[in-house]
């Protein structure tokens, strides 16, 4: 097992991090996949393992080898694969644990293991049964132990934020010499301030012993919704690793957001001075690929990654973003891994945002044809949580917005097949009368159902983007499917609902051929600049 590159020796032999870089430690396969509702299996974790380094995360916690067989076949796995991110194994300060671990890493590039001892008075009293002695004593027998078996070891002091000072600078003094390359002071709780984690990591690293040879790191929890402010401020305070997840998923209310804190050391890097080597295109599509793989979508208002992240339906602010992106974003969707910021049309939009979108669908209304518009999507967005742009299509050509057509669904089947092919069969009626049934495979339903609707239309539709949620809650939900797709020059968008998905996405394929079908020749869309 290699030492991991970032770690710099001095010509003392001393051994610290690079100063104006912050590794960041991801713990999503371990901390996160502890959580209810985030357990994973094997090919997943791998999946999302491979996700972490193409996104650049420096250390990656593949899981606790002690914990099953599976979670030692699965660290073991992600060992073998991986060729630039180190991996770590997690143990407790116990010999069978450190054993296990080192052995789950024996075929990987860039290995490390992490032991971990309550360090609190609540903790040594009610969890552990120890004295400070008998804790300072088997921590440094577990660094040792670990020492022989791999270059790279961290410790981490769990409930570090409320232990002594004194004694957690004791005990990390001690496991410095016992050969700790890292010393992780964790939140376990989420209970400190901001204010009180600068203080103790100030503390620390002006009392433990050769702390100018230790990477400090902040692992922090989010139980009064502070944990990326607590780990920003550890950042402030000297600490060069920061333990985080993806969607900031974790033990109760979860972890710090790894998104999160990279965007705020990116965006406010004159104020930090630090960076990381985080790829943060990756950071919207690493996050789907967790809602994607774990079925847990994260929340509209989710900082960076969430639906609303880069998202505008307020009248004020859609003529504020179509005149300076800056009056409102403070950072592009295009630096996250998202497309283009959304206007999205609803009740609170106003004349100028519709304009922007009218002309972006081919349609340039003069003032008074505009004001008619705009009448009728008032009257339709007091209606609908959002105007898409079949509705808004509609209305420019003088149709109503709630009629289907002229294509509609009469009939759908669908069935897959072993090896992950599907068949789907649609029937299918025009409004001048005719009946058009087809049928097609596809690789799973919903891309036969799109060829079978392909067919039945004879339309030529290049799918560039299709997302998924659900609008409705309960085992009858609704869900709601959006498709993008191209057709001759052009991108069109669709979507439709139904409590089975595969029909909503019939759906949202069948607005996208009535849009065509509907479309008058041949305004050509205006350019308008890309927010």
């Given at each position: 097992?290699?030492?991991?590159?970032d770690?710099?020796?001095?010509?003392s032999?001393?051994?610290?991090?690079?100063?104006?870089?912050?590794r960041?430690?991801?713990?999503?396969?371990?901390?996160?996949?502890?959580?209810p509702?985030?357990?994973?299996d094997?090919r997943?974790k791998?999946?999302i393992a491979?996700?972490l380094?193409?996104?650049?995360?420096?250390?990656?916690?593949?899981?606790?080898?002690?914990?099953?067989?599976?979670?030692?076949?699965?660290?073991?796995?992600i060992?073998r694969t991986?060729k630039t991110?180190?991996?770590?194994?997690?143990?407790r300060?116990q010999?069978?644990d450190?054993?296990?671990?080192?052995?789950?890493?024996?075929?990987a590039?860039?290995?490390?293991?992490?032991?971990?001892l309550?360090?609190?008075p609540?903790?040594r009293e009610?969890?552990l049964?120890?004295?400070?002695?008998?804790v300072?004593d088997?921590?440094?027998?577990?660094?040792?132990?670990?020492?022989?078996?791999?270059?790279?070891v961290?410790?981490?002091?769990?409930?570090?934020?409320?232990?002594?000072p004194?004694?957690?600078?004791?005990v990390?003094?001690?496991?410095?010499?016992a050969?700790?390359?890292?010393?992780?002071?964790?939140?376990?709780?989420?209970y400190?301030?901001p204010?009180?984690i600068?203080?103790?990591?100030?503390?620390?690293?002006?009392?433990?012993?050769?702390a100018?040879?230790?990477?400090?790191?902040?692992?922090?929890h989010?139980?009064?919704?502070?944990?990326?402010?607590?780990s920003?401020?550890?950042?402030?305070?000297?600490a060069r690793?920061?333990?985080?997840?993806?969607?900031?998923?974790?033990?109760?209310?979860?972890n710090?957001?790894?998104?999160?804190i990279?965007m705020?050391?990116?965006?406010?890097?004159?104020?930090?001075?630090?960076?990381?080597r985080?790829?943060?295109?990756?950071?919207?599509?690493?996050?789907?690929?967790l809602?994607?793989?774990?079925?847990?979508a994260?929340p509209?208002?989710?900082?960076?990654?969430?639906?609303n992240?880069?998202?505008h339906?307020?009248?004020?602010?859609?003529?504020?973003?179509?005149?300076?992106?800056?009056?409102?974003?403070?950072?592009?969707?295009?630096d996250?891994?998202?497309?283009?910021?959304?206007l999205v049309?609803?009740?609170?939009?106003?004349?100028a945002?519709?304009r922007?979108?009218?002309e972006?669908?081919?349609?340039?209304p003069d003032?008074?044809?505009l004001?008619?518009?705009?009448?009728?999507?008032?009257?339709l967005a007091?209606?609908?949580?959002?105007?898409?742009?079949e509705?808004?299509?509609?209305?420019?050509?003088?149709?109503d917005?709630?009629?289907?057509?002229?294509?509609?669904?009469?009939?759908?089947?669908?069935?897959?097949?072993?090896?992950?092919?599907?068949?789907?069969?649609?029937k299918?009626?025009?409004?001048?009368g005719r009946?058009?049934?087809?049928?097609?495979?596809g690789?799973?339903?919903v891309?036969?159902v799109?060829r079978?609707?392909?067919?039945?239309?004879?339309?030529?539709?290049?799918?560039?983007?299709?997302?998924?949620?659900?609008?409705?809650?309960g085992?009858d939900a609704?869900?709601?499917?959006?498709?993008?797709a191209?057709?001759?020059?052009?991108e069109?968008?669709?979507?439709?609902?139904s409590?089975?998905?595969v029909?909503?996405?019939?759906?949202a394929?069948?607005?996208?051929?009535?849009?065509?079908?509907?479309?008058t020749?041949?305004?050509?869309?205006?350019a308008v600049?890309?927010l």
């Amino acid at each position: 097992m290699n030492p991991d590159s970032d770690v710099t020796a001095t010509t003392s032999g001393s051994i610290r991090a690079a100063d104006d870089r912050v590794r960041i430690f991801d713990t999503t396969l371990r901390d996160g996949e502890q959580a209810p509702g985030f357990s994973m299996d094997r090919r997943t974790k791998l999946r999302i393992a491979q996700a972490l380094e193409a996104l650049g995360v420096d250390v990656l916690e593949a899981g606790f080898p002690q914990a099953s067989p599976d979670d030692f076949a699965a660290v073991a796995e992600i060992a073998r694969t991986l060729k630039t991110t180190t991996v770590c194994a997690l143990a407790r300060c116990q010999s069978g644990d450190i054993d296990s671990a080192a052995r789950a890493l024996e075929q990987a590039r860039h290995a490390r293991i992490h032991v971990f001892l309550s360090t609190s008075p609540l903790h040594r009293e009610h969890k552990l049964g120890m004295s400070k002695a008998q804790v300072v004593d088997a921590a440094v027998a577990a660094v040792e132990q670990a020492r022989t078996r791999c270059h790279e070891v961290e410790f981490s002091a769990e409930d570090a934020l409320r232990t002594e000072p004194e004694f957690l600078a004791e005990v990390f003094s001690a496991v410095v010499a016992a050969g700790a390359t890292t010393l992780n002071a964790p939140d376990t709780v989420g209970y400190t301030t901001p204010a009180e984690i600068v203080e103790l990591f100030t503390y620390l690293r002006r009392h433990v012993r050769d702390a100018d040879k230790v990477i400090f790191s902040s692992h922090c929890h989010d139980d009064l919704g502070m944990a990326v402010a607590n780990s920003l401020a550890a950042v402030s305070a000297g600490a060069r690793q920061v333990e985080c997840t993806i969607n900031g998923i974790g033990e109760r209310a979860g972890n710090a957001a790894l998104e999160e804190i990279v965007m705020a050391l990116k965006v406010r890097a004159p104020h930090f001075g630090v960076g990381t080597r985080i790829d943060t295109r990756r950071l919207y599509p690493t996050s789907r690929l967790l809602t994607q793989l774990t079925g847990q979508a994260v929340p509209r208002n989710k900082a960076i990654v969430g639906d609303n992240a880069f998202a505008h339906e307020s009248g004020i602010h859609q003529h504020g973003m179509l005149k300076h992106r800056g009056t409102y974003e403070i950072m592009r969707p295009q630096d996250v891994g998202i497309a283009e910021t959304r206007l999205v049309l609803g009740k609170h939009s106003g004349r100028a945002a519709l304009r922007q979108r009218l002309e972006t669908l081919g349609h340039t209304p003069d003032d008074g044809a505009l004001d008619a518009i705009f009448a009728r999507f008032k009257t339709l967005a007091d209606k609908k949580r959002e105007v898409h742009d079949e509705d808004l299509e509609a209305i420019a050509l003088g149709l109503d917005p709630d009629a289907a057509g002229p294509w509609r669904l009469v009939q759908l089947n669908t069935s897959t097949h072993l090896g992950g092919s599907a068949s789907a069969s649609v029937k299918l009626r025009h409004d001048d009368g005719r009946e058009v049934g087809e049928a097609a495979i596809g690789d799973g339903p919903v891309d036969a159902v799109l060829r079978a609707i392909e067919r039945a239309t004879g339309s030529d539709l290049q799918l560039t983007d299709f997302q998924v949620r659900a609008v409705s809650e309960g085992g009858d939900a609704q869900g709601q499917a959006q498709l993008t797709a191209r057709h001759a020059t052009r991108e069109w968008r669709g979507h439709g609902v139904s409590t089975d998905i595969v029909e909503a996405t019939a759906l949202a394929a069948l607005a996208i051929v009535n849009r065509i079908e509907r479309q008058t020749p041949a305004t050509p869309p205006v350019a308008v600049a890309n927010l």
